[in-house]
């Protein structure tokens, strides 16, 4: 996706690869998160086999979506709807 894009989606947006690496996100992702350049760093430790099983499935043409508890910058944890496409 284009990186300006991608910056102006207007909820939070993380572009990863297949090891967590933030690629690209959303100007709205600072509302929700503190800086971080690695998804693994505001996924729940209990959910991170989630976001294993969704990352291998993603190879496939269909959306994944999961409930995941992720950390906010207030330093929260929070239930999120997240898709992997």
Known sequence: MDT??????????FQINQEGTILNSSNRR???FYPTSNIWHIVHKEDRNKV?????QSTNSQPVTEYL???TSN???????CTIQ
């Open 4 to 13: 300006d894009i991608a910056t102006w989606i207007p909820i939070p947006y």
């Open 30 to 32: 600072h509302s929700y």
């Open 52 to 56: 294993i099983l969704m990352l291998s």
């Open 69 to 71: 508890v992720l950390q």
């Open 75 to 81: 330093k929260l944890f929070v239930n999120f709807k």
